[in-house]
């Protein structure tokens, strides 16, 4: 099995009403791809079609596809051909359900968006509108998991808290940060490990002679006098 970094997801840009073997047959006689761009296609009733082994390398995003996972939801553009978020409730069911597994298989693996892998042009670290390559999959995959919780209620087991993407957000974060900020940090108590978090972890980590990897494991949770 190949290391998978991405689990990206897409949308196949057409009607709720495309036919796969439509989509199939333009990779293979419009673009003259041997593979297909997705592993899964996520039909509007939610059914999870499976095109392609994941441990074969798909085409969705040029230059990232030798680590990543495809999934692709039937949509994504309304009437006049314009981007929008017309996922079924099925269809986002069934993008949690294949998230998860892959994640539970692929822990370090981030999920992101096809336009995520646009280019910061200006260097700032996100990827603004402006800048997006195109806009598939119609919809922030960072804001949608963090509405959705995402992370807490589907983490795999083995819970890892570090500076991660999504942002883990939940009360043990709260407890991690009471406990640096109770060691001297000024860190805002928000239940958010995010970049402040990591720093403030890393400071600790090194004034008490531990590896500073911005990991919250066992060693630095007994250092913190907080059980994780
Ligand atoms: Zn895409």
Not at 46 to 63: C, E, Q, W, Y
Request: charge should be positive; hydrophobic fraction near 35%; glycine fraction near 8%.
């Amino acid at each position: 099995m190949r290391t998978i970094k991405y689990i990206v997801l897409h949308c196949t840009a057409g009607p709720q009403n495309q036919k796969i073997e439509d989509i199939l047959s333009y990779w293979k006689n419009s673009l003259g791809w041997k593979n297909p761009g997705y592993h899964y296609i996520l039909r509007p009733d939610g059914i999870a079609v499976n095109l392609f082994p994941i441990d074969k390398v798909a085409n969705g995003v040029a230059g990232f596809n030798k680590e990543a996972i495809h999934i692709s939801y039937i949509g994504g553009i309304d009437k006049k051909g314009q981007p929008i978020d017309n996922r079924t409730p099925e269809q986002k069911a069934t993008q949690i359900e294949l998230i998860t597994k892959f994640k539970k298989i692929f822990p370090n693996a981030v999920v992101l968006g096809h336009r995520d892998f646009s280019t910061d042009q200006n260097g700032n670290g996100i990827i603004e509108k402006w800048e997006w390559i195109k806009s598939c999959p119609s919809f922030d995959v960072r804001s949608w998991m963090e509405a959705i919780n995402y992370e807490k209620f589907a983490r795999p087991s083995g819970i890892v808290y570090k500076l991660n993407y999504p942002l883990i957000k939940d009360s043990k974060v709260l407890e991690i940060q009471k406990a640096l900020n109770r060691n001297g940090a000024k860190v805002t108590e928000d239940k958010i490990f995010g970049k402040e978090t990591h720093e403030a972890l890393l400071a600790f980590q090194k004034a008490k002679g531990l590896v500073p990897d911005g990991v919250a494991g066992p060693k630095t949770a007994k250092a913190l006098n907080i059980t994780l």
